[in-house]
């Protein structure tokens, strides 16, 4: 068939293009819009305040246990820990995830990963749970060094941990690598297989690193924050599907001096990525979504000082928790603050404060059977915790529904 | 691609998720990708040095690299430009593809117009060739300045799209619009993307997204050279 005419060409041509995206898109899954999942179990059982208002009146986090994560036999080093609350059923209550080796980066770091017995509240002794040659082999593909674990637990109860893995070069060439656990077995109870590197930048894909924790969305996915960090620092949120498949991204912010994100969902579709702020300010950053994603702005940063250090955050019923280093220098200092709204921050418990020099730093945080477990980086050398149980102010009421 | 719906024309082209590839046989294309791009590049090399044994020794110089490329695990080349580089992009396949089989193979019963080599009909290739390259040169620019969050949207969010494909469509069918000659999807570079997007749609290989399918790195970088040279060329001429 010939066509004369060149307009008629380039009409004949759109039409196939246009066929060939409808094609397309009739084989991709409709995107709904993301909710935050507003009920933590905690929550559901009545065992923290569910309003903010009744959780900063009402009553206090107080201290009940402190330690040390058993470190694997003969390694030095340990940082960048990550928490995960188990369901009441599973015999372990709490994950922890953190890499350790010689040091940070060196050739032998793997991911390292220790269990809380249920029954008998003790941490199990802490066993390597995933190295670079066996993840490099399954990829088809080297890993030079590998970093910050970030931990996820789907609908299934199947673990999925998202890994820094680096490409040539420093952290700056770090991809992101999703792994699932396997089918446990006697031998192997802790057994991984790489899913894939999430796909997220042209340039060989890298510079993406993850470390804080994921905000669980009402669907059975999650917002996974992540940041880039070759040269300009820009934070970014990935969505995943309750599989953990790649279904979207977004920067929050592009001022180019930001990282490591840390979620915290106001309501369903407002949220805010409280961040460490890789400039002069020495301030903790905000970028903020009113519609669940779609678009993020910068926000006022928090009146809160912070010295280029990572935080973690976490909403317990209906308040807000921050820990964080507390000072425009030096990571010797560790502090939880609580919020109700996210932006005015109160309520302050000393975790740590050392002499200069020392550090506690790269928090991370879950509610477990009513039990707020902190965990961080000590010295670089060892991964610390801390345990607080919520205590009611005399004469409110606690349980379910309010203190 | 963000991440839930907008504004009514904004959701016609965010309410869809992105297709991956089954994460199975990408090995595979890795290894295979870097030992043809890798054989093509030594060919490619050999046949520019003017020494007899050094040329004639070209083919299995490049047997051999494609063939270390092709070993599974560390002892591969390919596991360590994995490494560094990924995957090389379907257009670099192709275009090795395309050059090992008229450099190696060059079946008589397939010769076309551009192997006979009449002037104009060059001229005409050259020129359309030497546009693709500036568009791909533009795209990868652009791509670039997306890396560093320099740009308001995220450009390669984009390349996950189905829009994305029915664009690159319309530029693969460029030389026919403008010409009305169907032969002229036969010559390059049509004639290596528009394969490359039939492969993409069906495998979505190496990521999912249409810009890594269609242009790496590397092959921007390439796309300078050529064009220097080709100024070069001209202005020698």
Same mark, same amino acid.
């Given at each position: 068939m010939r066509f004369p005419s060149r307009l008629l060409r380039a009409a004949v041509a759109l039409a196939i293009a246009a066929l060939l995206c409808l094609a397309d898109a009739s084989r991709h899954a409709p995107l709904v819009p993301a909710r935050a999942a507003q009920v933590s179990p905690a929550q559901a059982a009545g065992a923290v305040p569910s309003s903010a208002q009744a959780a900063l009146a009402g009553g206090?986090?107080?201290?009940?246990?402190?330690? /040390?994560?058993?470190m694997p036999q003969? !390694? &030095?080093?340990?940082?960048?820990?990550?928490?995960?609350?188990?369901?009441?059923? /599973?015999?372990?209550?709490?994950?922890?995830?953190?890499?350790?080796? %010689?040091?940070?980066?060196?050739?032998?770091?793997?991911?390292?990963?220790?269990?809380?017995?249920?029954?008998?509240?003790?941490?199990s002794p802490a066993r390597m749970v995933v190295d670079r040659w066996e993840m490099g082999a399954q990829l088809g593909f080297g890993i030079r060094r590998i970093g910050n674990p970030v931990a996820w637990l789907d609908g299934q109860g199947q673990v999925h941990l998202f890994v820094v893995a680096t490409g040539l070069g420093g952290w700056a060439a770090g991809r992101v690598v999703h792994l699932r656990q396997t089918t446990p077995r006697p031998e192997m109870p802790w057994a991984w297989e790489a899913v894939a590197v999430l796909p997220l930048s042209w340039l060989w894909n890298t510079s993406y690193l993850v470390r804080t924790a994921p905000l669980p969305l009402a669907d059975g996915g999650l917002v996974l924050p992540a940041y880039f960090e070759l040269a300009? #620092? *820009?934070? !970014?949120?990935?969505?995943?599907?309750?599989?953990?498949?790649?279904?979207?991204?977004?920067?929050?912010?592009?001022? +180019?001096?930001?990282?490591? &994100?840390?979620?915290?969902?106001?309501?369903?579709? $407002?949220?805010?990525?409280?961040m460490r702020d890789s400039g002069p300010a020495g301030r903790i950053r905000v970028a903020r979504t009113r519609d669940g994603g779609v678009q993020w702005s910068d926000a006022e940063d928090l009146p809160l000082d912070n010295p280029n250090a990572s935080v973690a955050t976490l909403t317990a019923g209906g308040q807000h928790l921050l820990v964080y280093n507390p000072q425009k220098s030096g990571r010797n200092?560790?502090?939880?603050?609580?919020?109700? %709204?996210?932006?005015?921050?109160?309520?302050?418990?000393?975790?740590?404060?050392? &002499?200069?020099?020392? $550090? *506690?730093? *790269?928090?991370?945080?879950?509610?477990? %059977?009513?039990?707020?477990?902190?965990? *961080?980086?000590?010295?670089?050398?060892?991964?610390?915790?801390?345990?607080?149980?919520?205590?009611?102010?005399?004469?409110?009421?606690?349980? #379910? +529904? +309010?203190? | 691609m963000s991440l839930v719906d907008g504004p009514d024309w904004i959701r016609l082209v965010q309410d869809a998720a992105p297709l991956l590839p089954q994460p199975y046989l990408l090995p595979l294309l890795r290894q295979a990708g870097w030992a043809l791009v890798l054989a093509a590049l030594v060919m490619a090399l050999v046949q520019r040095f003017n020494g007899r044994w050094l040329r004639s020794k070209g083919r299995p110089l490049a047997l051999a690299c494609a063939v270390w490329a092709s070993i599974p695990g560390p002892w591969g080349l390919s596991y360590w430009l994995g490494l560094a580089f990924q995957t090389p992009s379907l257009m670099a396949i192709g275009l090795a593809l395309s050059y090992l089989w008229r450099s190696v193979v060059r079946p008589r019963w397939l010769q076309t117009a551009q192997d006979l080599d009449p002037a104009s009909f060059r001229q005409r290739s050259l020129a359309r060739q030497d546009r693709y390259a500036l568009a791909g040169i533009a795209m990868g620019w652009l791509l670039l300045l997306d890396v560093f969050a320099y740009l308001p949207w995220s450009l390669y969010a984009w390349g996950f799209h189905p829009l994305a494909n029915g664009l690159v469509l319309l530029v693969a069918l460029w030389p026919w619009?403008?010409?009305?000659?169907?032969?002229?999807?036969?010559?390059?570079?049509s004639k290596v993307l528009l394969p490359v997007l039939a492969l993409f749609w069906v495998s979505r290989w190496p990521t999912g997204n249409l810009w890594d399918a269609v242009l790496d790195p590397w092959l921007f970088v390439g796309l300078h050279g050529y064009l220097l040279l080709r100024y070069r060329k001209r202005q020698g001429t």
């Open positions: 206090h986090w107080e201290r009940t246990g402190q330690g /040390h994560i058993p003969g !390694v &030095p080093a340990a940082h960048a820990s990550a928490l995960l609350a188990l369901p009441a059923t /599973h015999p372990s209550a709490l994950l922890v995830f953190w890499f350790a080796g %010689d040091r940070e980066s060196a050739p032998n770091v793997q991911i390292a990963m220790s269990a809380l017995d249920r029954a008998s509240g003790s941490w300009r #620092k *820009y934070p !970014v949120a990935l969505r995943l599907d309750a599989q953990g498949a790649l279904r979207a991204m977004a920067p929050m912010s592009t001022q +180019g001096q930001m990282l490591q &994100p840390a979620l915290l969902a106001r309501d369903q579709r $407002e949220w805010l990525a409280l200092h560790l502090r939880m603050a609580s919020s109700a %709204d996210g932006s005015l921050w109160s309520n302050t418990v000393e975790l740590e404060n050392g &002499p200069p020099g020392r $550090e *506690y730093s *790269y928090p991370a945080m879950a509610l477990v %059977d009513g039990q707020l477990w902190v965990s *961080y980086t000590d010295q670089r050398q060892s991964i610390a915790w801390q345990r607080f149980g919520w205590v009611a102010q005399a004469g409110a009421a606690t349980g #379910k +529904g +309010g203190p | 619009i403008a010409s009305g000659r169907v032969s002229a999807l036969m010559q390059a570079p």
